[in-house]
């Protein structure tokens, strides 16, 4: 589980097709390799723009990822290019502290900047999603764009809108997104728990 708290940014520094995956390589900063020593990376769980994905080689400062042809399909990860910045985040420990929402790395579909309305040091972000999405969205509720933990300031059937302050657009790759940019979405677990729960208590046909 993650909390949607970016920790750093890492650089894409190769991509290789493997099948129908693809192997994804990141050079990961000092910053991020405290308290993580070689023997404790393999195997260990990091959401790449917010996609759960797991170490399967590291060195020094590189990090080799696996992503699947359904993470591919389901995510941006397949268009990422050589030199792209990252966010990086790593799985929660049970005592750690928490500081976003629940965020379990499991991208639900891509959406689109929209617009981008800059206020000072401030600025506020407009996405298009698909309607199955936005439909597990409220007002004031969370999001994870990119991995990155957001609270809903405005929500329509098709789009939804947040601000963001500037130590996000500093610290995480979204102040260098653009209109017409994707990024991956994941609306919050619990909505999708409600939604489930009321698509079977609702008798077919019946409004809930």
Known sequence: MFTGLVENLGTVRSLADEGDAKRIVV??????LENAPPSKRLGDSVAINGCCLTVVAADSVLWS??????????T????LRIGDAVNLERAMPADGRFGGHIV???VDGVGRVAAIDSRADFADYTFDVPESLAAQMVEKGSVAVDGVSL?????????FQVMLIPHTLTVTTLGQRKVGDEVNIETDVLAKYVAKLLAFATPSGASP
């Open 65 to 74: 990822f696996q992503a699947g042809h359904e993470t591919l399909a389901k």
């Open 104 to 106: 379990q790395g499991h």
């Open 76 to 79: 941006t990860l397949g268009r």
């Open 151 to 159: 609270t809903l300031v405005r929500v329509t059937a098709t789009s």
């Open 27 to 32: 050079e990961v900063p000092s910053s991020f």
